[in-house]
């Protein structure tokens, strides 16, 4: 059965840690400040929750965001796991938006993962819409399947990736991604690692 165990979906999470609590979709709208017709939405699929919500459910609740995204029990997680696999298809993605990317991150129903496969919509198109270079934990790897991409980074002039080409960095040095001159959106697929066990959380609390 296991093989088969389909990774649960935020609207699951969501009704666990309701049902766990013992709260109606009233009294979690209270707490969480989400209205009741958004709650019901997100728990049955048909609707999932912007960065912004998902920080501030987190917040309100006094839960880790990464705890929205896969349905184990850290605490009864074994420290070493051997043999495991996960299908990662973007219609199970947990999506995260941002002012500048759609996230749709792969493979969430795996906990303690060395590596976190993300495949990024890029709309920001020049570094001062972007905003601050980003740093977190580790190192990632970057393969443009659509379009095309600007890096910029802390110690290197901007470099233009196009699809079929990818980069490798240091995550911890200062970088960004924006779109490439042409292009109005990009899409690219990215996987970060890290021996650090709080990457995940590292990476949903980025502000892109």
């Known amino acids: 059965m296991g093989a088969h165990t389909k990774p649960r979906t935020l609207g699951e999470v969501m009704r666990e840690i309701r049902s766990r609590n013992g709260w109606t979709l009233k009294e979690m709208s209270g707490k969480s400040g989400i209205p009741v017709s958004t709650l019901s939405k997100v728990e049955h699929n048909r609707l999932t929750l912007s960065y912004d919500k998902l920080q501030q459910l987190s917040q309100r609740l006094n839960i880790r965001m990464s705890d929205l995204f896969a349905e184990e029990d850290p605490a009864s997680a074994p420290a070493r796991v051997t043999g495991r696999r996960s299908i990662g298809k973007l219609d199970n993605a947990v999506r995260v938006t941002t002012d500048n990317y759609d996230y749709f991150y792969l493979c969430t129903d795996l906990r303690q993962k060395r590596m976190i496969p993300i495949v990024t919509r890029i709309r920001a198109q020049s570094a001062k819409e972007f905003g601050d270079l980003v740093r977190h934990h580790g190192e ?8 095309g991409i600007e890096v910029h980074s802390e110690f290197y002039d901007p470099v233009r990736i196009d699809a079929g080409e990818g980069i490798y960095l240091d995550s911890s040095m200062g970088h ?5 001159e042409g292009c109005e959106e990009a899409v690219v697929l990215g996987v970060c690692s890290s021996e650090d066990d709080g990457l995940m959380d590292s990476l949903i609390n980025l502000r892109g």
């Open 140 to 147: 990632e790897f970057i393969y443009v399947i659509e379009g």
């Open 176 to 180: 960004a991604y924006v779109t490439a």
